[in-house]
């Protein structure tokens, strides 16, 4: 049962293949080389993250500040604080104000509740989100316009 979040190593053996909180790119080399924190089953953090370029959270982490490039949030990881990252995968359960600058996905198991900004979002079904919900837009100007929503309703949480 392997479900280490850290690439094979290089080698004449080494295959290229995916790893878990990864956002779906395949790892190996260098690309296995970036900054990764993994906070494991029954492991809780608190304080501040940074400086790491990929954040899995299979425990429980409470942040004032974490910035990261990547997170992944696992199924029974729970994030708590205030999170501000490129791409996000939530398929535990974050609470708090959240930024995503790139792509956020909720997995079906994946619970989302507070303040939320995200450019990109894809929610699969049984996915939960409750709280504020804020669209980034490209700025065409000055007087550019962002998409906002408040979800209610944390039965049913509609595909965006």
Not at 25 to 31: A, L, N, P, R, Y
Not at 102 to 108: D, F, M, S
Not at 131 to 155: C, N
Request: charge should be neutral; aromatic fraction near 2%.
């Amino acid at each position: 049962m392997s479900r280490s979040p850290f690439a094979a190593p290089t080698g004449q053996n080494a295959t290229t293949r995916p790893i878990p909180g990864t956002l779906g790119v395949q790892q190996s080399g260098d690309k296995a080389e970036r900054r990764t924190l993994v906070v494991g089953r029954g492991i809780s953090v608190q304080g501040t993250v940074q400086d790491a370029e990929r954040l899995v959270v299979e425990g429980t982490v409470e942040a004032n500040m974490l910035q990261a490039k990547e997170l992944y949030v696992a199924q029974g990881g729970v994030l708590r604080g205030e999170v501000e990252v490129e791409d996000a995968e939530l398929a535990g359960e974050i609470d708090g104000t959240l930024t995503v600058k790139g792509n956020l996905t909720v997995r079906a198991t994946g619970r989302l509740i507070g303040k939320t900004r995200c450019k990109r979002l894809q929610v699969e079904e049984g996915g939960q989100i409750s709280g504020h919900l804020e669209m980034i837009l490209d700025s065409a100007g000055p007087g550019a316009e962002k998409a906002k929503f408040t979800v209610t309703d944390r039965e049913k949480s509609p595909a965006v």
